[in-house]
């Protein structure tokens, strides 16, 4: 192929460098889909959480559940290297109940500490959405966690039309039954957005970073945004502005009346433990004979 005739016009060494690099590339990807199997029940994986940010209050509404995996002798791995593998091998299926477990007691939680709802949203790869588990695995994770199903948002990008788009269909449809919502992530990166906006039942639409990035700087990009949050509000979809890391872009948002968004400008993703969803704002108790008696 290419690569390998570029390798061998560059000198004969590069040949077998190359090869080299191949077959290590291939192993590599074999012991990490090994490792996969059993790092569930290893305990290797985390799950970190991202804020998302309601823009006209200010407030954090719920997070996005983003997933971590410790490996015991390469470090950090970061999920776009192995999340395919793990689609390929199957093993996403037992991760991603996981991560549904996982995400939706510490929404619980949060929600019972904070006083107020606070939701969370959890990817679905195309691989978990033919599952045919998938629905039952997400009811199983409300009912376990106590979670009302409308406080959770389940994430899929275009990818996931790309085989059975019926089937898809049908699971995302019985998935929304059970009240949660469904996001199209990404959006904007696929070749045929607007055909899978049109075919995908869904609830919100994430603008998909790079959009975001440009804004503000003069190109096209603050009008594809505004048209896509346009486009979202005639379709009754929420939006949500991805990878918001200045305050100019925050401010641009601001003025195309973006309702929600994300991004290292209002938080990193984190370890549970290091967010802290602010409780509601306490209701001032009328004062009592004892605690007006009670003031100097
Ligand atoms: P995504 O769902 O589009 O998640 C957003 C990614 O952008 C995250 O990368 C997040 O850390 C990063 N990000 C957020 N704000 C900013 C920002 O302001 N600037 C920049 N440069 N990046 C920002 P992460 O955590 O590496 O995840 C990558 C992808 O892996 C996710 O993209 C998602 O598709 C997939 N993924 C993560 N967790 C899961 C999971 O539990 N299940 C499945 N199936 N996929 C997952
Ligand atoms: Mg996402
Ligand atoms: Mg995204
Ligand atoms: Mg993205």
Not at 84 to 101: F, M
Not at 260 to 267: D, I, K, R, S
Request: with cysteine; proline share 5%.
């Amino acid at each position: 192929d290419l690569a390998m005739y570029l390798a061998k016009s560059s000198g004969k060494n590069r040949v077998v460098v190359y090869a080299e690099g191949m077959e290590r590339a291939a192993q590599t990807k074999a012991e990490l889909i090994t490792d996969l199997d059993s790092a569930v029940a290893e305990g290797q994986f985390a799950v970190h959480y991202q804020p998302t940010v309601e823009l006209s209050e200010g407030v954090t509404t719920g997070y996005e559940a983003l997933l971590r995996w410790q490996h015991p002798t390469r470090g950090l791995v970061p999920p776009l290297e192995f999340i395919p593998l793990a689609e390929e091998s199957g093993a996403i299926v037992e991760i991603g109940r996981w991560v549904l477990t996982e995400a939706t007691r510490q929404a619980a939680q949060w929600s019972r500490q904070a006083g107020r709802p606070i939701d969370v949203a959890v990817n679905l790869s195309p691989r978990q959405l033919l599952d045919d588990d998938v629905a039952a695995a997400v009811r199983a994770a409300l009912d376990a966690s106590g979670l009302p199903a409308g406080q959770l948002t389940l994430e899929v990008t275009e990818g996931v039309l790309i085989d059975d788009v019926e089937a898809v269909v049908d699971t995302l449809r019985a998935l929304r039954l059970l009240g949660v919502r469904i996001a199209i992530d990404d959006f904007g990166t696929g070749y045929s957005s607007l055909s899978y906006l049109r075919r995908l039942p869904a609830d919100v639409v994430k603008i998909d970073r790079s959009f975001v990035q440009d804004l503000g700087t003069g190109g096209r990009s603050t009008t594809l945004v505004a048209s896509i949050i346009e486009l979202a509000r005639s379709l009754h979809l929420e939006v949500v502005a991805e990878g918001v890391e200045t305050e100019e872009q925050h401010a641009v948002l601001g003025r195309l009346a973006c309702s929600h968004a994300q991004g290292y400008l209002f938080g990193r993703p984190q370890p549970a433990a290091v967010q802290q969803p602010a409780a509601a704002v306490p209701v001032p108790q009328p004062r009592t004979e004892a605690t007006l008696a009670a003031r100097p």
